[in-house]
């Protein structure tokens, strides 16, 4: 499993529901409202034999009312 970052940023008044539909996917990891430029903090572990954009696409950017994301890979540390 690959473990990777996503950081939301929701059209306005929709983190509520954007958190909502995530969680209902039961795909992630942990999932947090945070303050700052981003709505929601979300902590995802992908499976080895998924291609990373196409899993986060077809599970997670098809939410509606997404506006941006950025998405944060991890690797093993030294």
Same mark, same amino acid.
Do not use: N, W
């Given at each position: 499993?690959?473990?990777?970052?996503?950081?939301?940023?929701?059209?306005?008044?929709?983190?509520?529901?954007?958190? /909502?539909? =995530?969680?209902?996917? !039961?795909?992630?990891?942990?999932?947090?409202? +945070?303050?700052?430029?981003?709505?929601?903090?979300?902590?995802?572990?992908?499976?080895?034999?998924?291609?990373?954009?196409?899993?986060?696409? /077809?599970? =997670?950017?098809?939410? !509606?009312?997404?506006?941006?994301?950025?998405? +944060?890979?991890?690797?093993?540390?030294?």
């Amino acid at each position: 499993m690959q473990c990777v970052f996503v950081q939301i940023q929701c059209k306005p008044g929709q983190a509520y529901k954007v958190a /909502d539909a =995530i969680a209902l996917k !039961e795909v992630h990891s942990e999932l947090y409202s +945070t303050s700052g430029q981003y709505d929601l903090l979300l902590k995802i572990y992908v499976p080895k034999d998924q291609d990373i954009g196409h899993y986060l696409s /077809d599970t =997670i950017f098809s939410v !509606e009312g997404i506006e941006r994301t950025l998405t +944060t890979m991890t690797f093993t540390a030294f």
